[in-house]
């Protein structure tokens, strides 16, 4: 066997070894002017994974802007979840903003209700896209 199968080998094992399942549910209700926001696409997204794929789930708010995900990753260390907003909450036509909003580490394994998002508030870090 090469040097450097070897060593790829070993950190597989490794990673068995200390990476475990983790997971974390998120909900909240998203309201702009007041008013909840139906239809806002909500991205719960893992950052730092091995895998280039750090989408853990998706879905749209309701009518009633409520939305609930639940997502789980393998991961060494403790994952570090975060869920994106995509919606046009105060913007011009044809524009949406994106928003995130970090997962606090102690709500791992838990649920995180975030009651109500407030979507009029701008958040560091956010992005507008125009057509
Ligand atoms: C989520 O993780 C917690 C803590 O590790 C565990 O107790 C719980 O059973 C997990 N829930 C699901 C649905 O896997």
Do not use: W
Not at 43 to 67: C, R, S, V, W
Request: overall charge negative.
């Amino acid at each position: 066997m090469s040097r450097l199968a070897f060593v790829l080998l070993l950190s597989l094992v490794a990673f068995e070894v200390s990476a475990k399942l983790q997971n974390v549910t998120v909900k909240g209700i998203a309201v702009c002017n007041k008013r909840r926001v139906a239809n806002a696409h909500v991205i719960l997204i893992d950052k730092d994974t091995l895998d280039p794929n750090d989408e853990l789930a998706q879905i749209h708010t309701n009518k009633e802007g409520e939305f609930e995900l639940f997502g789980e990753e393998d991961e060494i260390g403790k994952i570090e979840p975060y869920i994106r907003i995509h919606h046009n909450c105060n913007t011009q036509p044809g524009c949406e903003r994106v928003s995130e909003y970090q997962i606090p580490q102690e709500k791992i394994g838990e649920l995180y209700d975030m009651t109500y998002v407030t979507l009029d508030i701008i958040v560091h870090g956010e992005k507008t896209k125009c057509n």
